[in-house]
Nanobody, 121 residues
Framework: VQLVESGGGLVQPGGSLRLSCTAS????????LSWVRQVPGKEFEWISHIYETVDTADYATSVKGRFTISKDNAKNTLYLQMNSLMPEDTAVYYC???????????????RGKGTQVTVSS
């Protein structure tokens, strides 16, 4: 499993960003993938997952209505569209292999190296 995130950056409150995650090493279309985030010194927060199509998507309460997860199965790419960003969304964002329930087991996970998102004026 290889996952590579991109698209992070500095954005003002209320702004938008789209994160991408290119994947390889597994059957992309038939596996759960998640977005998780971490503020340094704090635990990971799961924020969204998707299986094959958008009707399988689910979101953490903290991002529901603002973030949208999607998959392009032809490009083996996972996306996270983030709108109405707030300073508390500042974190390193990772795509992770697995669903909300399986992406981390005994503290171990398969995820990319992450991309920094900073929301600040």
């Amino acid at each position: 499993v290889q996952l590579v995130e991109s698209g992070g950056g500095l954005v003002q409150p209320g702004g938008s960003l789209r994160l991408s995650c290119t994947a390889s090493g597994f059957r992309f279309s038939k596996n759960w993938l998640s977005w998780v985030r971490q503020v340094p010194g704090k635990e990971f927060e799961w924020i969204s997952h998707i299986y094959e199509t958008v009707d399988t998507a689910d979101y953490a309460t903290s991002v529901k209505g603002r973030f949208t997860i999607s998959k392009d199965n032809a490009k083996n790419t996972l996306y996270l569209q983030m709108n109405s960003l707030m300073p508390e969304d500042t974190a390193v964002y990772y795509c992770a292999y697995g669903s909300k329930f399986t992406w981390i087991t005994d503290g171990r996970s398969q995820r990319g190296k992450g991309t920094q998102v900073t929301v600040s004026s």
